[in-house]
């Protein structure tokens, strides 16, 4: 006799599950599906995968909350193709999957904000240099003119 020690109320859950609206097993949904969208991400304020943010927006009830840098070693990212994990930082760093060579959509790393806090990446500096000005008006040291009290006493 096979004992199937599989216990039943662990049975659906799948750390990988990919929510949302996907299309295919590559994690490919309605919103994206070229060739090369072939992964999805974790979001950080629920735990869950999605192939987009487009998806996370409309299944879930709550806003994005973007990975700051700090935690970009977390496995965030899932490979469609072949099922790897990546970190962030893994992921950010390549072009392919260094799993299984699967070409990532290089579009999509024009909504990373959308995903990861990148603004300490982009922000180059926030000087701010505007410093009231302190306008006076000078005093001028004001002369007292003292006229000569000219007294002319004529003799004659
Ligand atoms: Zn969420
Ligand atoms: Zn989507
Ligand atoms: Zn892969």
């Known amino acids: 006799m096979h004992a199937n020690t599989r216990a039943l109320w662990h049975d659906r859950k799948d750390p ?11 994690t490919r949904c309605v919103h994206y599906r070229t060739d090369k969208d072939i992964i999805a991400i974790k979001f950080r304020c629920c735990g869950k995968y999605y ?10 009830d709550h806003a994005v909350k973007v ?17 790897t994990e990546l970190t962030i ?16 959509n290089e ?20 000087r701010s240099d505007s410093r009231p000005r302190a306008e006076m008006a ?7 003119w003292i006229s000569p009290t000219i007294t002319g006493t004529t003799i004659s």
């Not at 930082?89 to 990532?104: D, L, N, V, W």
């Open 51 to 60: 192939p987009c943010f487009r998806c996370h927006e409309e299944c879930s």
């Open 107 to 126: 579009a999509c790393r024009n909504h990373a904000h959308l995903y990861f806090d990148v603004s300490s990446k982009d922000a180059v500096s926030e």
């Open 16 to 26: 990988m599950k990919v929510y949302g609206k996907p299309v295919d097993e590559q």
């Open 89 to 104: 930082a893994e992921y950010r760093a390549s072009s392919c999957c260094p799993s299984c060579s699967a070409e990532f």
């Open 138 to 144: 000078s005093p001028m040291a004001s002369a007292v």
């Open 67 to 83: 990975w700051p840098e700090g935690q970009w070693q977390e496995r965030a990212i899932l490979c469609g193709v072949c099922r």
